[in-house]
């Protein structure tokens, strides 16, 4: 039994891709656009299932790459799956491990990883945590890839086959095609060779995938870089294949999205959902949106809010600064979040600097509630045909 | 306006000092013999209020100590004291921070410490984080002590009367005079001259205690060592006094609460609630119970829990040894915690070495609970007569 759907509620039109809408699975719907929280190893970091769901989120993304490694994909599947081993009833995505197999060896150190800081791995943006990686590169051919485990050094294969009968046996709804990930810095050349590949992957992708029989929806990932032409034949080559949705992968900043995505998105078939890997900051919300995008992942508010850097309404704020330590209001007024309706910025600060674990846990709720809160309201304001004047307004005061 | 007091339900008898009975605060009622939760920094580590409370947990203690030092007793005051600071809603404690001091200085290295392995920070059983300490004895003489900042070697002064004043601010419900904690290995000379100090300090503890006109009830300690002669010449001094309670202080093994313990409380007035500090191992609870002591607190059930210990009534597990990878069994058959109910052994291992916060979160509420129920039980086998064989069920399954 197979249930996955996609409906639109709404287009806004005004020149812009966007729309609201539901992604049936077999464990609930998400309303879109949608904020996919991060639980990379099974686990949103330092939140309890409930936590995340009280805070409003719809669905968790977790990494094929680091369960795979740990406890194992088949350890997951003897415990029902994901959601059931997690814990979280509501429905779920894994990424295809491609990203982190790559920003975990070759391409490490050329700028495929989104994360400037290289803090503890985290998500579909990173992996980085041992300096063996330097010296051992994932080693690429049209087979598949051969890279080494980042937590014991083993050598592993992964292949478009092998990453798929994992993802079956982690058992998500939403799982993605194997993708060859590249530096943004790699040339023309090599961006066709290695997009070539990765549709050559999405094909294999799709028929392992139907062979499983899973009750899963497979998205395709659309690569090609910065170049227009490379990301159009990409989102026309993947755009019509039995996909049920797709993904928009690579390595972006802001500037990214107006072109990059908004390319593939004009492109790809209008009746199925698109997921932007990775991004999530405010802006990348709303330009995501306006330029079609359905849902996001990022491990921005989590890793943000474990280093005590919590967002508000006027921008971010770093609550270790000094001026917080006596300040017993809370985070942000009127903020909803369960921080917020119970705990000082006082309380906060004296937490981090402590280094108290309950720090992190509150400033992720948070966080988490904020970005999720406000991809909810984007979702509103096209709903209501004002999203316009949502955009300006929300980045004329949070980016001052 | 005072609220305190303490009703006894049933004395088991049976040649023992076990008595079931609630003590009653201004933030409501403790049914004792009761486990109070350690939350050393305005915080339970790793555990929301919420949590606390829901895992069973009647009243939380704090430290003085080290709320005074970070983020300071007067904020807690701007912030409308402990509870509301910390958002818990029940009854709170604060011990003196007589132990932190000593063991953070003068006693450093000569046993007072009841913890064996030097971990990090929390309760009223350490404090021990810096090397520090070792170049910075505390000073004691009659008006008080003189010690160094285990957090920035910053010089600080504690006498009875600041500590009250302190402990007045923080506004716990039930709060501790400030004594002289010796090392159990100090000879009966020097107890003796720390001992007659301890009840120098009581007298100007309640002193200044009555001149604060809080709303608090406040517990004398009794001290002494393992001398039955100080011991018991400590419960005659200071359970004549006008304490609404009493602390049992020192540094115990299991040995000792048969003696040390029944000593004291065959003195101390039957009417008065005791508690014995920092003290919590399940064959301590029975012991304690049975020579009189209605509450206890202890860090070893978090400080355990984040290290992937686990209580079970088999005895004590450690979540991280190979065995548990692939078991999808609770930790504990039957347990009722949010733990168990939720998450398997399996996925505990995964989150332990994954290093993944939540892990330390679910191993505290198992702990908690387990210890807290316990002790609920312990209760209930005092109101139907039948502690004394629930203790030898107990301690046999538990112990082996």
């Known amino acids: 039994m197979k249930k996955f759907g996609f409906s639109i509620a709404k287009k806004l039109g005004e020149g812009t891709l966007a729309r609201a809408g539901t992604i049936h699975t077999l464990h609930g719907d998400i309303q879109t656009p949608a904020f ?95 300096s063996q990686n330097h010296s051992a590169p994932a080693k690429v051919d049209d087979g598949g890839v051969i890279f080494k485990s980042h937590i014991d050094g083993s050598s592993h294969r992964l292949t478009p086959e092998r990453s798929l009968q994992i993802q079956h046996n982690i058992g998500a709804d939403i799982i993605f095609a194997f993708d060859e990930c590249t530096s943004p810095q790699d040339p023309h050349e090599k961006q066709k060779h290695s997009l070539d590949r990765t549709h050559r992957w999405a094909v294999r992708s799709l028929e392992e995938h139907k062979k499983l029989r899973g009750t899963q929806a497979l998205f395709g990932v659309v690569q090609g870089g910065k170049f227009q032409d490379l990301r159009e034949e990409s989102a026309r080559t993947v755009g019509v294949m039995d996909f049920d949705g797709f993904g928009i992968g690579g390595s972006f900043i802001k500037e990214d999205i107006g072109t990059a995505v908004k390319w593939v998105n004009a492109i790809l078939p209008e009746e199925k959902p698109r997921h932007l890997l990775g991004m999530g900051e405010p802006i990348d919300l709303f330009l995501g949106v306006e330029n079609g995008v359905d849902t996001f992942d990022c491990v921005a508010p989590t890793r943000m809010g474990r280093n005590g850097g919590l967002y508000t309404n006027d921008g971010r704020i770093a609550i270790t600064n000094a001026k ?28 981090f600097r402590s280094e108290e674990m309950l720090g992190a846990t509150l400033a992720s709720i948070h966080n988490l509630y904020f970005i999720v809160r406000l991809v909810s309201r984007i979702r509103e304001s096209i709903m209501a045909k004002n999203f316009l004047q949502l955009k300006d307004e929300f980045l004329k005061r949070y980016y001052g």
């Open 324 to 351: 917080f330590v006596n300040d017993l209001g809370p985070i942000e007024k009127d903020c909803g979040c369960y921080t917020c309706k119970n705990f000082t910025r006082a309380y906060l600060a004296h937490l």
């Open 36 to 130: 996919i929280v991060v639980g990379t190893k099974a686990t949103v970091k330092a939140l309890t299932p409930e936590q995340v769901s009280c805070l409003g989120a719809q669905a968790v993304l977790a990494n094929t790459y680091h369960l795979y490694l740990q406890p194992g994909d088949e350890l997951v599947w003897d415990a029902g799956g994901l959601g059931k081993f997690m814990h979280w009833d509501g429905p779920t995505f894994t990424d295809s491990g491609g990203f982190q197999v790559f920003s975990l060896g070759a391409a490490f150190g050329k700028g495929v990883s989104k994360v400037a800081k290289g803090e503890d791995a985290e998500g579909s943006g990173d992996g980085r945590s041992s």
